[in-house]
């Protein structure tokens, strides 16, 4: 499968491949009723059956051509080979979610978590969660290394009840990477395991902007879900992760917002009437 995956992937097809090619196809079936009153009935049937399956055909290679890089390519494309075999087994989440906002189509392609899954990775005592998303320009524009600004855009994790500006790509220690691949955009992510924060809401954001802030998100008083802010503008995307409850771990978020100096990970007591958390901390930079 990856092998015909990548070889479709090596085609180059026109901007208006698929259109000229369904006109063509239109065109023909056209021709092919005029000579129909020619043809005997088993003669046409069997011309009819040959074109559908003509059709079909090339739905099917259109479509494999189009197809996204699976989180283990993009991992192969960065040359992490056990982190490709972690995206292929068992435990890795698979979500494919699309939200289209601004210029974008933006798709959480899956997350896997583990131990001594990145060969660059000097932190070997603990796990990490790695995820891939997907970027692509609705109107069809490529998206190429040398003229996608990859640091005007942020793609963080976020969990509920905890202050954005908390928990964050920043203080978990996250490093990202992105690569163009047949005008698509991957990043891939990688940050202290999210599992520990599993007994209660994760996200996964991506925005245009820098470190969360209170003109970024929002945090609701009463359940401490997270959102956008109101007013704030440009392509944006906030996905539930589907997290295994039974791997949660709350005494360690409350070690991890502590050294943070931060209150219980339960909504803070000083959340304001917007949603948003005072005194929440200078994020640091992200490595």
Known sequence: MNDYRKAFGELSFSADFQERTANLLRQRARELEKERTNMTFNRTKR???????????????????????????????????????????????AINETVESGDFAITLLGLVSGRNLDVLNPDLEKDHTYSVLALRRLDGTPLENQDFDFIRYTMTPLAAGCSPMAVNNWT??????????????YYLLDTQDLNMFAHRTVYLAFYEGGAPSREIFSVNPE????????????PQALFPLPLDESKADPAAVSAFLDSLHQPSPEVPDDVSADGNVPNAGEPIELH
Do not use: R
């Not at 359940?223 to 440009?234: L, M, N, P, Q, V």
């Open 47 to 93: 011309i009819a059956v040959l074109a559908a399956a003509c059709i079909a055909l090339l739905a099917v290679s259109v479509s494999a051509a189009m197809l996204w890089l699976t989180p283990a390519q993009v991992a192969e494309e960065h040359n992490q080979p056990l982190l490709a075999e972690a995206f292929s087994g068992p435990d890795a989440i």
């Open 172 to 185: 978990l220690g996250a490093f990202a990477s992105g690569l163009a691949k047949d005008g698509v955009y």
């Open 223 to 234: 359940d401490g879900s997270i959102s956008f802010a109101e007013g704030y503008e440009g």
